[in-house]
């Protein structure tokens, strides 16, 4: 192995020493938990464009990063080198899957075909190195809201020139991801939104980008790419509100436009929280439709109000996350977790971004532990169970089968005391629940 960023590979070194270094406490990717391989559960993924584009800048600062390809000055020949550089950067953290957006790869032309033909040189080593080291592309996706031509929209802009060209750039993505083997192709509508009502027709925008999706499942037919289709719900931010707000939102809106047989979900923890939601709660949502895909793992700071996307490394929510993963059997039928996640300012030393990896990787594969040791002693499930188990016999099964009425029901609730009714009410003890969770947050890690 080459030495592009001077960094060892990444090992496995327990809970011996408690203090963040360069190795894992909890991953271990042939651990065999709950009947799979970590790694299999887990499946973790690097995003491209936080990690070897990003330059930690905000909008109060120039950026800081510091990388060892920042040597390199024309753009191509930077593109390039960055493929050499990201791939070392997956064998050493053990990683086996990437994510991309079209323009992170390579610098835009004069003109799309110009771009394309940049695009295609990166995408050549690209398919080189994939095929050397096994790794694989989790998902790609085209940047649709960078440039400023997008700065209405792509697929729902109230101008047909820039609609069309998003279509081409589109085109060609989708292209990528059959040459490469994408086991995802994500939509995420940047700048699909608007800023203000009066001088928006937002029925005919959401047409356009319901033809906009049709068009692209029509063309993947065509090529043979079989990837499973992904919307990234985010409620605001750029546009003050945009059409993909949450993963309920997201469903009717597929619904609306007979898009559901073509279309997953791919939910963000910081997304989530923009929408005034937990990560849990967009996932559940999500399941309860049979809409989960796939996973982007970041969390966000709940004292701002944007999206900073943090590495994630709060126990209880990750947790959480993996609970809802183990009680679906896995995320989706070709999902992962994806660190959509960037250092902050002052992590802006190369090594940062592999610290930055180990504390999410790290965190999910805790959560993964502790969510793993509660659906072995089955204490939600036997929880939910109890909690409605009114519902399996008597009048509450009459409901569940359909056959109650409201006659029915008003006959069996007129001379039931209120005291029984409250009484009916006595496994709701949300701070037991709590405290149960903690507890085998707590247990479940010192097993580990």
Known sequence: MSDLWDVDPIPFVGTSDLRQGLGFRYYQPERVVAGRPMKDWLRFAVAYWHTFDQRLVDPFGEGTAQRPYDRFTDPMDLALAKVDYAFEFFAKLGVGYFCFHDRDLAPEGDTLRETNANLDRVVDRIEERMRDSGVKVLWNTSSLFTNARFVS???TSPFAEIYAYAAGQLKHSLEIA??????????WGGR???ENLWNTDLKREQDHIARFFHM???YAREIGLDAQFLIEPKPKEPATHQYDFDAATAIAFLQAHDLVGDFK????GNHANLAGHTYAHEIRVARAAGMLGSLDANQGDKLIGWDIDEFPSDLSETTAVMWEVLDEGGIGPHGGLNFDAKPRRTSFLAEDLFRGHIVGMDSYAAGLLVAAKLHEDRVIEDLVSQRYGSFDAGIGATVEDGSATLAALEAH???VPQAEL???TRSDHLESVKATLNNYLVAALAEA
Do not use: H, Q
Not at 178 to 187: Q, W
Not at 265 to 268: G, R, V
């Open 413 to 415: 609730a007129l001379d």
């Open 178 to 187: 059959k040459r490469l083997g994408a086991e995802n192709y994500v939509f």
């Open 265 to 268: 979900l791919n939910l963000e």
């Open 153 to 155: 929209g792509a697929a």
């Open 216 to 218: 692209c499942v029509d």
């Open 192 to 194: 699909e939104g608007y």
């Open 422 to 424: 409250l009484a009916s």
